[in-house]
């Protein structure tokens, strides 16, 4: 969710609530700096276009709704990671937040790496190519399964979530003939100031071992005695959308002192830690998300400090951004189907998609801005709820925005910054089949992920 988010719950105000009036911006047309992808600007006649690509092209080819994917400013992301950490610290993607083959391949070809969480994920990541070594596996409960294919094609590592899986990964390694890297993934207890569903770090929840209490040096131990393991790190992820380093500062010091109480009791240095994901982006025109050289120095700062003091050799870094890599890449083009004023209150403008393709403001809460895409306006501001298609009042994209007043069926607007958790998290609520996504680069469109189709469907449905 974005910073300036409400708290979470249900909220039945049907006027903008009180203090959180934000006024219309000055233009209409203006793309607000950061929400947006590097290459998309307005044309003269006043049409959004990106990677070269008009909107209104890429709607009369793919159809609408579709998630419009902006490869180089992925791509430019990629890199800037990668230089901000440099050669002594690894960058993973989070496949969670979208993933498809070719995502894969540019990741691959760009220089990073790639943190899974199931055996899906895993599967799209062979298939497109990246080298086992460079995939980490993640899961509070992985099946049975999902571990034997992680050991049997050599990830590089799996991030250890319970006792229970210390024993199932060991006996796949030793069925298997082989040494699995592992980390242990500590619960720091850090509160992150995030929603609730998206912080993961705080005691009471279900992801990781705590180090308050022993739990995690408990695992150290247990794994430290396993010949087919062999632990190379601690692993730490305290949640999502997060600006504020100083979770990752608390975070960092706990992870440093476990990494000193090991040292301590075992006599071993463990060469990695991994600070995880969670880095926050610009959803609006308020949210001021950091670059990533600032992360990088942040947590470089962070780390050398605690192990200085804790007399550790600094141990090789890794993160695990995902939602900062895609996230701005992408923007969601709709079709306006009706406009529904209600005087003094606001106007409800439908458009084809809707909680389906982006569950993010239903389920967090989570804010997004949207602008008119087919053309630019001069109509004064029109205080909007964009609305989805689907059968629950619930069912918002954008819970405050303001449209020029002359928006009207068949425009096309966009919604920025839906390239993480959107697509990944789409159903096929109300039979909605889910949306394409489309890359463009250099005046190209083409499509990554094609629509599903009724048919598709159907083809499930065998009763
Ligand atoms: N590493 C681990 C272990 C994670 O669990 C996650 C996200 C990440 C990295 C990547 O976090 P990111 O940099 O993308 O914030 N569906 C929610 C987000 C759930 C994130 C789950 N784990 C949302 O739409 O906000």
């Not at 793309?31 to 092209?57: K, Q």
């Not at 709704?65 to 400013?73: I, K």
Request: proline residues 5%; contains cysteine; glycine residues 10%.
């Amino acid at each position: 969710m974005s910073r300036s988010a409400h708290p979470a719950g249900p909220r039945h105000a049907d006027v903008l609530p009180e203090g959180h009036y934000v006024p219309p911006p000055r233009d209409l047309n203006a793309l607000a700096p950061r929400v947006w992808s590097r290459t998309v600007t307005r044309g003269a006649d006043g049409e959004l276009t990106v990677g070269g690509v008009g909107v209104r092209r890429l709607a009369e080819e793919f159809g609408t709704p579709v998630y419009v994917l902006d490869e180089e400013d992925f791509r430019a992301r990629c890199r800037a990671w990668r230089a901000a950490f440099g050669e002594d610290a690894d960058v993973f993607y989070a496949g969670k937040a979208f993933l498809c083959r070719a995502v894969v391949r540019w990741l691959h070809e760009e220089g990073l790496n790639l943190d899974v969480c199931s055996g899906g994920e895993l599967a799209v990541a062979l298939a497109a190519g990246m080298p086992p070594e460079r995939i980490a596996l993640h899961g509070n409960n992985k099946s049975a399964a999902e571990i034997e294919q992680a050991v049997s094609v050599g990830v590089g590592r799996i991030v250890l979530d319970s006792f229970e899986e210390i024993g199932r990964v060991a006996r796949a390694a030793e069925r298997l003939g082989r040494r699995q890297r592992v980390q242990v993934r500590a619960t720091v207890g850090v509160e992150a100031h995030t929603h609730e569903f998206i912080a993961t770090a705080h005691e009471d929840q279900k992801f990781g071992l705590a180090l308050n209490g022993g739990q995690a040096a408990e695992a150290v131990r247990r794994v430290l005695k396993l010949d087919s393991l062999e632990l190379v790190g601690v692993h730490s992820h305290i949640g999502s959308q997060i600006f504020d380093m100083a979770g990752f500062e608390v975070a960092a010091h706990r992870v440093v002192r476990l990494l000193a109480e090991v040292r301590d009791e075992h006599g071993v240095e463990l060469p990695e830690i991994d600070l995880g994901g969670g880095l926050g982006i610009a959803y609006t025109a308020e949210d001021d998300p950091r670059e990533p050289w600032e992360i990088a120095e942040a947590l470089r700062e962070i780390v050398t400090r605690e192990c200085a003091s804790a007399s550790l050799a600094v141990p090789r870094l890794s993160v695990e951004p995902g939602r900062a890599i895609v996230g701005p890449t992408t923007f969601t083009l709709y079709e306006v189907g009706t406009v529904k004023p209600l005087a003094g209150l606001r106007t409800y403008v439908s458009v084809d998609g809707g909680m389906s393709d982006n569950i993010r403001t239903a389920l967090y809460d989570a804010e997004y801005s949207v602008v008119l895409a087919s053309r630019s306006s001069q109509a004064g501001p029109m205080l909007s709820r964009v609305v989805g298609k689907h059968c629950e009042s619930g069912d918002i994209v954008v819970r405050d925005a303001y449209l020029p007043a002359d928006v009207a069926p068949g425009d096309l607007v966009a919604v920025p910054a839906t390239g993480a958790y959107c697509r990944a998290m789409a159903s096929n609520y109300n039979h909605v089949p889910r949306p394409p996504v489309v890359a463009v680069r250099d005046g190209q469109a083409r499509v990554l992920v094609r629509r599903e189709t009724e048919e598709d469907l159907l083809r499930l449905d065998v009763g």
